[in-house]
């Protein structure tokens, strides 16, 4: 017996598997996961029925899956962007935390109505990010430092100066507790009617549209695609790399830095020491999940929204620890990676019998 | 068919899903002989051979190699078998020595572990293991699996060179040699494992004029031995120059075997593409206009700064192309970048159509009336998993009617892109915004890109090597389409290493040497020996004072004195163009 693996690259990958892809991604990660459920005593199927489909038929799961969508989604953006021209922003954790310290200290400091309270602040959490982006975006762009090193490094300072600011200038409100005072109602993102969702729900929707916009309809946006694509080219025809690279980490960290100004206006209320369960971070996997297009980027924040929330709601029914949330997760990635093996290699696994000088396949063509 | 072939290929068919590769192909070698694989980019060449080389199963047909009947599974049957494949872009690791890469794979045991068996007079002072562990079956077995001895053989390798008259330093990291250098360790790799059955896979690609001539005398000599070579390309001259026969494929399915003296070019083309192909183009007389590009000092660096054009003067004219004949690394590359405007020189100036764009970023040349075509079409040429739209839009992206509003229309691109696709027929494209650039074959793809760069109606056009590694019919369209444009205006830099080509298409030839123009002179006044003397810096035999007054005075004295050191050092000779080479290895024999 002779069991032969055949690895053929593929010349065209079928439509089904372009698309089924993120579809297959998500039911095998949750297939493996259900291992350490089965490990753990408790039925996978009546844990993901709680999981999904009771947060998702009650107003209150539903409500929390959105609200947990928005730093997701603006996050993913952030990191689709760049992305898309061929750059990983991994620091939208450190714009989030930039944007979150800006957006906060507009909404203390500057007395306006809320009509142009909320703006400012958003414009400011914006900025901050952007500009926290852009020192990667920059270096990039001038001197080809590598974008990965650099947000990445440059999320744990923004990390520490936020901690630093809540302990001292930024701290009121809580005596001895780090963090910054309550926001005033004019800077809190009012509810949206029926929805009951914080209005920062629609500043996600706004930056999804946007971005769909951008990439898609423009001038802009095809350079961003083109030089993603081939750089070497795109400069040969006159596109500027440099320009390209600045612009999308400046306007994907503005998406995350208005994240982070969201969470706080519209969840937590004052900015506390590390706030964010790491947004920024899983906003990598949103965006690899939903690389094709801004639209799927949303849907794949819903998706991991929905893995925040139901995980917690697993956690206080079965009692199962909440990492499970993260094994779940980083599940998605590795199936995510596979997936992509499958989709540029056709797998053929063939048993034959060992000694049949006769070939399997085809006519034999022993005339000889 | 022979009465007794060394390989017989009989009724092989391959199919891929929706494309039949191979179709009932007879293919059939001698012993010793070379034989050449020709055909159009797809037609099915490569195929054959991955089938023949156990890459491929095949779904139908036999194959015999010495009167066995072989059925592989692997390329490591074919090996076993005595088939050996030099492929076109080179498996070699860069850091290994030569000996090392030629025996990697072999499954040596380390040196302690080695049997030497018979030859025991070779240096044993590292088999410090007992003699019963070395021959011990078990131990051998261990021995094999898990370690692996990269370090004893460099004589032996040594010997194998010296034997085939290669002379390639074993001892060298790979790294450090020249591409033809690599493709000999690629061809010792192949002898070292006793091949009865040698595949070269277009290996002159990659390799110079001169390369591919000391290529042709290697084979000639293995050929000598018994070993039976199989020579694909598409490119003719090759194929007329080196084979003892000829067999052409046409899509897939065998055209005929002919032997190599029987038939001429002209005769292998039409086998070739099934109609006659036109060999000496119809150039129209076009009186020169104004100059659309007037460059002066040019001086640049290469990649790694090293200074690789140094003052180069180029004045083209509308309707005239200027053909730039060197052999590569002579600073073209360097050259057409500057002229694109994709590399900023160090020195000097460069004017299009009367404008001044010294510096300007590569947008203003592209905006100024630039076309370029650059040398490698897929790391400069396009975006291979962007559509064919994306790419046909490329240069003209920024043209207003492309607008809608503040949007991009995209409609009006996809219409461009048809446009493009039917005027330079592009085939393979059923929908301009679902087809991959990268899907479209190399003359495809070729025709594409001149089809941007030509449509825009350009004030100069920089090509480099349009047609390298393109079939002889898409050859034959790129051509007549510069010619075309040439007659609408268009003043063209043609930089090329095909001297057929430079001399069909230019009006004015230069030879470029070391970053300098060496020689000028026009493709009816031109000799070709001196042409081909001054690519490689020579300005060689009798000619030597004389073809020095052709240019001027500072460059011949340099192209003499390079001339003289490649007479005397048999190492420079080998850089050296056909002409030069073959006079230089009559000096030596």
């Known amino acids: 017996m002779n069991v032969s693996v055949d690895l053929e690259a593929r010349e065209d990958v079928p439509a089904w598997l372009a698309y089924g892809t993120p579809v297959f991604t998500v039911v095998g990660a949750l297939a493996l996961s259900s291992v350490a459920l089965v490990a753990l005593s408790v039925d996978p199927v009546a844990a993901y029925g709680t999981m999904f489909v009771e947060t998702l038929t009650n107003p209150f799961g539903l409500r929390q899956t959105a609200t947990r969508t928005v730093p997701l989604v603006l996050t993913g953006l952030a990191v689709y962007l760049p992305l898309r021209a061929g750059l990983w922003n991994v620091g939208a954790e450190g714009q989030l935390y930039m944007g979150a310290v800006v957006g906060t200290w507009i909404g203390l400091n500057v007395s306006l109505p809320m009509a142009a309270l909320i703006p400012l602040a958003v414009l400011g959490a914006g900025v901050a990010g952007g500009l926290w982006a852009g020192i990667p975006g920059y270096l990039r762009a001038k001197w080809d430092i590598n974008e990965i090193i650099t947000s990445l490094l440059l999320t744990f300072v923004a990390i520490q100066v936020a901690s630093y600011l809540v302990r001292g200038p930024m701290q009121g409100g809580l005596g001895n507790i780090p963090g910054s005072a309550q926001l005033p109602a004019a800077a809190e993102f009012p509810p949206i009617p029926v929805l009951d969702v914080h209005a ?164 034999p063509g022993g005339a000889a | 068919m022979d009465e007794d072939p060394f390989l017989r290929m009989s009724g092989v068919r391959k199919e891929f899903p929706g494309v039949v590769a191979n179709d009932d192909v007879d293919f059939s070698v001698r012993r010793g002989e070379i034989h050449g694989l020709l055909g159009e980019n797809g037609a099915g060449k490569s195929t054959l051979m991955k089938v023949l080389y156990g890459l491929y199963d095949a779904d139908g047909g036999s194959v015999h190699l010495g009167g066995e009947r072989l059925d592989l599974d692997s390329p490591q049957d074919a090996i076993d078998r005595g088939i050996g494949m030099v492929h076109q872009h080179f498996k070699l690791i860069p850091r290994l020595s030569v000996a090392e890469n030629v025996v990697l794979g072999e499954r040596e045991p380390a040196g302690p572990f080695r049997d030497r068996g018979a030859d025991t007079d070779t240096d044993d002072a590292d088999s410090w293991l007992p003699e019963a562990v070395r021959t011990n079956r078990l131990a051998r077995a261990l021995a094999e699996r898990f370690t692996i001895g990269l370090d004893a053989s460099a004589g032996e390798i040594e010997a194998l060179a010296d034997d085939y008259g290669f002379d390639v330093d074993v001892r060298a990291p790979v790294g450090d040699l020249d591409v033809g250098e690599r493709q000999r360790v690629e061809i010792l790799k192949a002898l070292y494992r006793d091949v009865d059955l040698l595949i070269l896979d277009e ?55 002919v032997e190599t003296g029987s038939v001429d070019q002209a005769e292998l083309a039409r086998m070739m593409v099934g109609r006659e192909v036109l060999f000496s183009l119809d150039k129209d007389r076009v009186e020169p206009g104004e100059p659309v590009l007037e460059a002066s000092g040019l001086r640049a660096e290469d990649d790694r700064g090293i200074e690789a054009l140094s003052g180069i003067d180029l004045s083209v004219r509308a309707g005239e192309i200027v053909g730039i004949a060197g052999v590569s690394g002579n600073g073209q590359r360097e050259l057409a970048e500057v002229l694109a405007g994709v590399r900023d020189p160090t020195a000097g100036s460069i004017a299009v159509g009367g404008r001044d764009l010294t510096g300007e970023p590569t947008r203003a040349f592209v905006d100024g009336g630039v076309s370029f075509v650059p040398e490698d079409r897929h790391e400069y040429g396009c975006a291979a998993e962007l559509s064919v739209m994306h790419n046909a839009a490329l240069k003209e992206l920024r043209d207003d009617r492309f607008d809608d509003g503040p949007f991009l229309d995209y409609d009006e691109l996809a219409r461009y892109a048809e446009e493009i696709v039917d005027e330079f027929d592009v085939r393979g494209v059923h929908d301009v915004r679902e087809v991959p650039a990268g899907d479209l074959s190399g003359g495809n793809l070729q025709k594409l890109i001149l089809g941007r760069e030509l449509v825009r109606d350009p004030d100069l056009l920089v090509a480099h ?22 007659a609408e205006g268009t003043g063209t830099v043609l930089i090329s290493e095909d001297l057929d080509e430079l001399f069909d298409l230019s009006d004015r030839l230069l030879v470029i040497y070391e970053g300098e123009i060496v020689h000028e002179t026009t493709p009816e006044a031109a000799d070709r020996e001196r042409v081909g003397m001054r690519m490689t810096g020579g300005a060689v035999g009798d000619g030597g004072a004389e073809s020095g007054a052709d240019a001027d005075g500072e460059s011949a004295d340099r192209a003499m004195t390079d001339g003289g050191s490649a007479d005397g050092d048999g190492g420079e000779g080998e850089a050296a163009g056909p002409g030069a080479d073959r006079s230089s290895r009559g000096d030596s024999r």
Do not use: W
């Open chain 2, 465 to 486: 090597q349009p047609t390298r590694g393109v079939d002889v019919g898409a050859i034959e369209f790129l051509r007549e389409a510069i010619l075309d444009q040439r």
């Open chain 1, 200 to 363: 920062g729900f629609l500043v996600g929707l706004l930056a999804v549209a946007a971005t769909a916009v951008l990439v898609a309809r423009t001038r802009v946006g095809f350079e961003i695609s083109f030089v993603g694509s081939n750089p070497l080219a795109a400069a040969q025809a006159g596109m500027s790399t440099a320009r390209v690279y600045l612009f999308v980490f400046l306007v994907g960290g503005a998406f995350a830095g208005i994240a982070g100004f969201n969470e706080i206006s519209g969840v937590q209320g004052r900015l506390r020491p590390a706030f964010s369960p790491d947004y920024g971070f899983t906003a990598i996997p949103v965006a690899l999940l939903g690389r094709n297009g801004a639209v799927r980027v949303l849907l794949a924040a819903a998706f991991f929204a929905l893995l925040f929330v139901g995980g917690s709601r697993l956690e206080v029914s079965y009692g199962v620890p909440a990492a499970l949330v993260d094994v779940i997760q980083a599940l998605v990635i590795l199936c995510l990676i596979t997936a992509e093996f499958f989709k540029r290699y056709s797998v053929d696994v063939a048993v034959e019998r060992g000694s049949d000088p006769a070939p399997a396949d085809g006519e």
């Open chain 2, 203 to 257: 290996p002159t690609a990659v390799l110079t004029p001169a390369e591919a001539e000391r290529l042709f005398e290697t084979l000639r000599a293995l050929a000598d031995r018994g070993i039976s070579i199989i020579f694909i390309t598409h490119k003719l001259t090759e194929a007329t120059a080196i084979t003892d026969r000829v067999t052409v494929l046409r899509e897939g399915e065998t055209v005929g075997t």
